[in-house]
């Protein structure tokens, strides 16, 4: 069973970096041909995909978000890492954190982040 988790702070302040990290258990996120997405889900709003890391470590992200994205992994944690630069209170938001095989099969359970002074 593949579990996901994401960890990180809940408040950041505008114009600084978030950083989340999703660590994944029950499965590699080598293992070819899944992509390890981040999505988001604003208040009051529907699901907004960010982007991926694919198993061989190629990265792709959202055209609208793609200025201030960076998705990276680290394979000896089985973890990858979501930064989103200079926020705003725009992007404050429930972060998740998914497994990608032509749907999405897997999620974390999902974390606030509250963009705010």
């Known amino acids: 069973q593949v579990q996901l988790q994401e960890s990180g702070p809940g408040l950041v302040k505008p114009s600084q970096t978030l950083s989340l990290t999703c660590t994944v258990s029950?499965?590699?996120?080598?293992?070819?041909?899944?992509?390890w997405s981040w999505i988001r889900q604003p208040p009051g709003k529907g699901l907004e995909w960010i982007g991926y890391v694919a198993f061989n470590g190629d990265t792709y992200y959202s055209p609208s978000l793609k200025s201030r994205t960076s998705i990276s992994r680290d394979t000896s944690k089985n973890q990858f890492t979501l930064q989103l630069y200079s926020v705003t209170p725009e992007d404050t938001a429930v972060y998740y954190c998914?497994?990608?095989?032509?749907?999405?099969?897997?999620w974390g359970q999902g974390t606030q982040v509250t963009v705010s002074s």
């Open positions: 029950g499965g590699s996120i080598t293992t070819a041909n899944y992509f």
């Open positions: 998914a497994r990608e095989d032509n749907r999405y099969d897997y």
